[in-house]
């Protein structure tokens, strides 16, 4: 038998992206909403979901929608 596979906890991130995972949920939410509620251009913005996508705590959606990833790194 295998041990029990650990998942480690969701580490710390840079305030930039702090502030991005504070404006999503689990709902998607268009891309333009999200750089006026971030206060954010949106190419930053952009460079920061790619960020946080690749460290699988961003999903994205069809038609620029955005939402925090299910599971313990979101």
Not at 35 to 60: H, I, K, N, S, Y
Request: charge should be positive; aromatic fraction near 2%; hydrophobic fraction near 50%.
């Amino acid at each position: 038998r295998l041990p029990p596979r650990q998942v480690p906890a969701a580490a710390p991130v840079e305030p930039r992206l702090g502030r991005v995972l504070e404006h999503l949920g689990a709902d998607p939410v268009p891309l333009d909403a999200l750089a006026a509620d971030c206060r954010m251009a949106p190419a930053a913005l952009l460079a920061a979901l790619l960020e946080l996508e690749l460290a699988g705590r961003v999903q994205p959606f069809p038609g620029q929608r955005y939402a925090r990833a299910a599971g313990p790194q979101a």
